[in-house]
């Protein structure tokens, strides 16, 4: 292929890793007889609690679910504010107005996109009652800087770590450092279960207290009720949801997490090449890593553009048959967020990401040839002003 040839063939923003081994667990559950919540759940969350280091694992049906959750479980509601940084998915932000709490936002680190710690405690008021870090796009934030203000101002910390499958903190796994954690398993993560998602805790009672939660309430799960020698009595003790995941769920998590060190170490391979493909290109300012010992997870490859109008850039890329996402609007500018909660504050170095964010394909199965397509086509792009 010359630099100059376009592919016939569409490159996906992301495609599912899905192996014979996959679809094996799946169709073993699926004859099984039990596909709701049981047995494989189990061992689901105890292949967690032993990634993590947590003491406690509850799958859930989303990382959504699971976020809300831990916001009512915690207690959090009217009157209470909670910190998070405007770039995050709006799910996050959705969940803290639907408890009656208000989203306070503060400011990123532009290189990493991650939460500044140094703007951090400025938002703290006399409502705080939690703050949400994002360890955004697989590059752990700050925790040592976000969990010592929060301790100085008796804060939960809840991570965001939809993105941090894999990923460390000074040796320390995502999910790991005493405080809620939250993992999603959407088709574009690092290991899917189709959707779902897990809580991972160090708090006994927290971790009953949201199992509770998860299913209405119920203190007893399908499984203890329904096995051999089950009891189906049931009391509830808190009206709850229907949160819970499935054991067909989880045979596919269960599969895919045995990969993930595979999954992981070639997206870091992708993305090293990426970084040297687009080195030095005008226009385009590539993802930072923190400067503090880390693993990066690498579950989007986010790069600024800064040399044309992103909607140009996007409409270059489909026409060099290039998938693309967008990861994420910033929260604060959202219709809602301003028509519901008013002005807010001015957050310069998320606005100036928020311009010019795309995250360019990224998944195992891509090859080195795919890369090497993209960051040609990038090029060119910049480079010619191509797009409508």
Same mark, same amino acid.
């Given at each position: 292929?010359?630099?100059?040839?376009?592919?016939?063939?569409?490159?996906?923003?992301?495609?599912?890793?899905?192996?014979?081994?996959?679809?094996?667990?799946?169709?073993?559950?699926?004859?099984?007889?039990?596909?709701?919540?049981?047995?494989?759940?189990?061992?689901?969350?105890?292949?967690?609690?032993?990634?993590?280091?947590?003491?406690?694992?509850?799958?859930?049906?989303?990382?959504?679910?699971?976020?809300?959750?831990?916001?009512?479980?915690?207690?959090?509601?009217?009157?209470?504010?909670?910190?998070?940084?405007?770039?995050?998915?709006?799910?996050?932000?959705?969940?803290?107005?639907?408890?009656?709490?208000?989203?306070?936002?503060?400011?990123?680190?532009?290189?990493?996109?991650?939460?500044?710690?140094?703007?951090?405690?400025?938002?703290?008021?006399?409502?705080?009652?939690?703050?949400?870090?994002?360890?955004?796009?697989?590059?752990?934030?700050?925790?040592?800087?976000?969990?010592?203000?929060?301790?100085?101002?008796?804060?939960?910390?809840?991570?965001?770590?939809?993105?941090?499958?894999?990923?460390?903190?000074?040796?320390?796994?995502?999910?790991?450092?005493?405080?809620?954690?939250?993992?999603?398993?959407?088709?574009?993560?690092?290991?899917?279960?189709?959707?779902?998602?897990?809580?991972?805790?160090?708090?006994?009672?927290?971790?009953?207290?949201?199992?509770?939660?998860?299913?209405?309430?119920?203190?007893?799960?399908?499984?203890?009720?329904?096995?051999?020698?089950?009891?189906?009595?049931?009391?509830?003790? $808190?009206?709850?949801?229907? &949160?819970? *995941?499935?054991?067909?769920? #989880?045979? /596919?998590?269960?599969?895919?997490?045995? +990969? =993930? !060190?595979?999954?992981?170490?070639?997206?870091?391979?992708?993305?090293?090449?990426?970084?040297?493909?687009?080195?030095?290109?005008?226009?385009?300012?590539?993802?930072?890593?923190?400067?503090?010992?880390?693993?990066?997870?690498?579950?989007?490859?986010?790069?600024?553009?800064?040399?044309?109008?992103?909607?140009?850039?996007?409409?270059?890329?489909? $026409?060099?048959?290039?998938? &693309?996402? *967008?990861?994420?609007?910033? #929260?604060? /500018?959202?219709?809602?967020?301003?028509? +519901? =909660? !008013?002005?807010?504050?001015?957050?310069?170095?998320?606005?100036?990401?928020?311009?010019?964010?795309?995250?360019?394909?990224?998944?195992?199965?891509?090859?080195?040839?795919?890369?090497?397509?993209?960051?040609?086509?990038?090029?060119?792009?910049?480079?010619?002003?191509?797009?409508?």
């Amino acid at each position: 292929m010359t630099d100059l040839e376009k592919r016939e063939t569409f490159l996906p923003f992301n495609r599912p890793t899905i192996a014979d081994e996959d679809v094996e667990a799946v169709a073993s559950c699926l004859r099984s007889g039990w596909i709701t919540t049981g047995p494989r759940c189990g061992e689901f969350e105890d292949l967690f609690r032993r990634l993590t280091g947590a003491s406690g694992a509850v799958s859930v049906s989303s990382a959504t679910a699971g976020m809300h959750l831990l916001l009512t479980a915690l207690g959090i509601g009217p009157g209470d504010e909670v910190i998070t940084p405007s770039l995050t998915f709006a799910s996050t932000v959705n969940q803290i107005v639907l408890r009656g709490a208000r989203p306070v936002f503060v400011d990123v680190e532009y290189g990493t996109l991650n939460l500044d710690p140094a703007r951090l405690e400025e938002a703290v008021t006399p409502r705080t009652k939690a703050v949400i870090p994002v360890h955004f796009a697989g590059a752990p934030a700050d925790m040592d800087g976000i969990l010592k203000i929060a301790e100085r101002h008796g804060l939960f910390v809840i991570e965001d770590a939809a993105h941090a499958l894999g990923t460390t903190y000074r040796g320390v796994h995502a999910g790991g450092f005493g405080v809620p954690a939250v993992f999603s398993f959407h088709p574009i993560k690092n290991i899917t279960t189709g959707e779902g998602g897990m809580i991972t805790v160090d708090d006994a009672a927290l971790e009953a207290k949201l199992r509770l939660l998860r299913f209405h309430g119920i203190a007893r799960d399908a499984w203890r009720r329904y096995g051999k020698g089950g009891d189906p009595s049931y009391d509830v003790f $808190d009206p709850g949801y229907k &949160y819970n *995941l499935t054991d067909l769920q #989880a045979a /596919l998590g269960i599969s895919q997490l045995r +990969r =993930l !060190g595979d999954f992981n170490r070639r997206r870091a391979s992708l993305a090293t090449r990426y970084l040297e493909g687009l080195a030095g290109v005008a226009g385009l300012d590539l993802p930072a890593v923190p400067p503090y010992p880390h693993e990066h997870s690498w579950h989007l490859f986010v790069v600024k553009v800064t040399g044309m109008e992103r909607e140009r850039f996007w409409a270059g890329l489909a $026409d060099w048959n290039i998938g &693309y996402g *967008l990861h994420f609007p910033a #929260a604060h /500018l959202l219709d809602y967020v301003r028509g +519901r =909660l !008013g002005p807010q504050a001015t957050l310069p170095e998320t606005e100036r990401a928020a311009r010019g964010i795309v995250s360019l394909p990224l998944y195992p199965a891509m090859t080195e040839g795919d890369v090497d397509y993209v960051c040609r086509a990038v090029r060119r792009i910049l480079a010619a002003g191509e797009g409508p």
